[in-house]
């Protein structure tokens, strides 16, 4: 009896000096996450990463080992972004960073993911030249994948359904593009104007704003003299003012397109209700199963934050699968292992089944855009609600207009 | 058609400047602080007003007197806890206070922003209107907000205007302003009047703030911006002259406005700034400064 007894003792106290090791040689994995975590659609990209890394970690990890979110503020700035980078990659040891979803400041921190051959992804940023550079200098920057719609292709999907919501429904003919001038809305803009006649809209005037713009009456004004049947946006750093300001002058003509700050849930109540009748750009939406994972992911999101996720922060949370998908396959951390892994991801995500364009497309490590893969959706605020009008077969509802719309006859 | 336009728009933007650079000039004015927290107090109470009448559902009034009354609360915080120390501060030789001051209000500022930020994250706020709706006049659509915002400027400035010259306290501003040691020697408490004018700078402030945040929204980003155009207007009309400030705030709002409109939105603010430049080289004291 005693003897069992501390033959159990012993066996226990080995067992437990035996595990300790192991435990060690099972570090957490890192993953780093760089955004604006004062803006709501910059909190959603570390706030998506920890529910993922949560998740995968109840179900195991990775191979055994535990995936930790390492998160930085860049207070929206590149300089304070390329030393958070710089850290991450230098101090903290991370296998994987997940940045930003300005564009400025993923352009400037990509040559440090090729000079520290540190894999990086951005949730949110749109510039063309985020893929053009893979695409030039595919050997440096091979490190870098866009985890977001390039401007250009959010500037197809906003006008694929412009040919059925506003050509088709509401008998439109003429449009005014009103982008904000910033890195993203150069080649959305340059789309813009060759997509929109090809499907049926005339430009009849291009406006770029500064983004420090703060009254929107000179600008709204000058479109209504223009009577166009419609205003297409490419706005982000604005959103809130322009929309608010477009209700409390009732300027007739919808507006329509891409509105970054409209995706927030929060965007009903910065705007006081302002928002009603604002049609969206997304790549998923709460209310629409665009794979079984959306809505899931959405509720549970505004469970544990209390809000509804921003754009970001569902393909913040993709993101981090993607990165624990490709360490899985590569069996290690080793850079150049995991590059290789996550160009082969083929992964059905909360935004549709994501695949990267190979090396040699103009968009290299872009996503592959279109049926089957990521098609994108158009949403309108309803009485407090993002309700989804585009594309038909996901559709939540018609589109509405509030009261001062002046629809073409 | 578009030169109504202009002189609508372009009052409205303008007697918001106004009543803006009001408290500035006025906090200069008598006691010679240049509060560079200025900003940072205007969106303290749009934000206020915004999240009070809206998350706690109390209504645009309520909201707007919970937002003057927060901007009133930050204006005695900067005297007190900022301004009043730094003055006093016998460690601090007396040439270098202003210096001192300035670099205070202006960190307090930051950390007033950056508070903001923090709570209600940066992305613009707008404060639910006191009234809604548009009428016409003369053909221009013009948002009842946009005229309600001229009038209660211009209700707050005449009330100043007639506190400073018709009732006793509102003399002893003035002459505070003018010689304030020759008001110690008739036996007034200059520190009292001191706490009077952050009181109404306090409440000017707020009104401004929640009026700008009701007409055009306010983010914490803007605090800086606010605080750069208080300054430029009241460079402009001539530091310490509140008649200066307003006539300095309808040149701005117009300039403005006409850039906005006949040339591009986006370089709306670059004439303006040219024109400061100018001013500083030709009449360094302003439209109305004395010197």
């Known amino acids: 009896m005693r003897i069992s007894h501390s033959i159990a003792l012993l066996s226990g106290v080995f067992g437990f000096a035996l595990a300790a090791p192991a435990a060690h040689a099972a570090d957490p994995i890192k993953i780093g996450v760089i955004a604006e975590t004062s803006a709501i659609s910059g909190v959603g990209i570390p706030n998506g990463a920890k529910m993922a890394a949560e998740e995968i970690n109840k179900a195991g990890g990775i191979n055994g080992r535990m995936i930790e979110i390492v998160d930085y503020d860049d207070h929206n700035s590149a300089s304070d972004a390329v030393r958070a980078f710089q850290r991450a990659a230098q101090q903290d040891k991370v296998a994987a960073v997940i940045a930003s979803y300005i564009s400025e400041v993923v352009l400037a921190l990509e040559p440090w993911a090729g000079r520290l051959k540190m894999p990086m992804i951005t949730p949110g940023a749109a510039s063309n030249e985020i893929t053009k550079r893979v695409h030039d200098d595919y050997d440096h920057m091979k490190y870098v994948f866009h985890g977001y719609l390039a401007s250009t292709q959010i500037a197809d999907v906003v006008c694929e359904a412009s040919k059925t919501l506003m050509v088709n429904d509401l ?27 090809a499907g049926g809209l005339k430009v009849v005037d291009h406006i770029r704003l500064s983004p420090d713009t ?3 009456t000179p600008i709204f004004n000058k479109v209504e003299g223009e009577k166009p049947d419609v205003i297409v946006t490419g706005i982000s750093h604005v959103g809130v003012q322009p929309t608010v300001q477009w209700q409390q002058q009732q300027v007739p003509m919808p507006m329509y397109g891409v509105s970054s700050q409209a995706t927030n849930s929060t965007f009903w109540k910065d705007t006081n209700g302002a928002a009603d009748g604002v049609i969206f750009n997304m790549v998923s939406a709460p209310d629409v199963a665009v794979t079984p994972k959306t809505i899931p992911f959405a509720k549970t999101y505004q469970a544990k934050y209390g809000n509804l996720p921003g754009y970001a922060a569902y393909t913040s949370y993709d993101d981090v699968y993607m990165w624990a998908e490709a360490i899985r396959k590569a069996g ?30 103009t968009f290299a490590h872009g996503m592959r855009i279109g049926e089957g893969y990521i098609t994108g959706l158009m949403v309108q605020w309803q009485k407090g609600n993002p309700v989804t009008v585009w594309p038909a077969n996901v559709a939540t509802g018609k589109m509405i207009f509030p009261a001062f719309t002046k629809l073409p006859q | 058609m578009l030169a109504l336009q202009i002189l609508i728009d372009g009052f409205a933007i303008s ?12 906090i200069f004015g008598v006691s010679g602080v240049l509060n560079l927290s200025h900003g940072a107090i205007m969106v303290v109470a749009a934000v206020i007003a915004w999240w009070v009448a809206g998350t706690f559902g109390a209504g645009p009034y309520l909201g707007a007197l919970a937002g003057v009354a927060a901007s009133l609360a930050c204006a005695f915080f900067t005297y007190r806890v900022i301004v009043r120390p730094i003055q006093n501060s016998p460690s601090i030789p007396r040439e270098e206070k202003e ?11 930051i950390m007033l922003q950056e508070a903001v930020a923090y709570l209600f994250t940066n992305n613009p706020k707008t404060v639910r209107p006191l009234v809604e709706g548009v009428v016409m006049i003369l053909g221009v659509r013009t948002p009842l907000n946009e005229i309600l915002t001229a009038v209660l400027s211009w209700a707050a400035i005449g009330l100043l205007y007639l506190l400073v010259n ?8 003035l002459a505070a302003s003018m010689n304030p040691r020759g008001l110690t020697l008739l036996g007034f408490e200059l520190s009292r009047i001191y706490v009077l004018v952050w009181a109404i700078y306090g409440v000017l402030a707020g009104i401004a703030g929640v009026l700008l945040g009701a007409f055009l929204g306010v983010s914490s980003d803007n605090a800086g911006t606010l605080t750069a155009s208080a300054f430029s207007i009241v460079v402009l009309g001539g530091l310490g002259s509140v008649s200066g400030s307003l006539m300095a705030a309808y040149v701005v709002g ?24 100018a001013v500083v080289y030709v009449r360094p004291q302003g439209l109305l400064g004395r010197r």
Request: with cysteine; aromatic share 8%.
């Open chain 2, 99 to 109: 210096i001192f001051v300035l670099t205070g209000t202006l960190l307090w500022g």
């Open chain 2, 166 to 173: 018709r009732t006793r306290t509102g003399k002893s501003l």
């Open chain 2, 15 to 26: 007697s918001l400047y106004a009543l803006g650079a009001t408290g500035f000039t006025l």
């Open chain 2, 254 to 277: 117009y300039l403005e406005t006409m850039t906005a409109y006949l040339i591009s939105p986006s370089i709306r603010t670059v004439p303006v700034l040219l024109l400061l430049v």
């Open chain 1, 171 to 197: 008998h439109m003919k003429t449009a005014v593009v009103m982008s904000e001038d910033a890195a993203w809305t150069i080649p959305l803009d340059e789309e813009y104007l060759k997509c929109l006649p």
């Open chain 1, 332 to 361: 290690s951390t080793d850079p150049d292992k995991i590059v290789e892994a996550m160009e082969k991801t083929d992964h059905v995500g909360t935004i549709g089944r994501i695949a990267f364009l190979p090396k040699g497309d």
């Open chain 1, 214 to 216: 703060t009254d929107f």
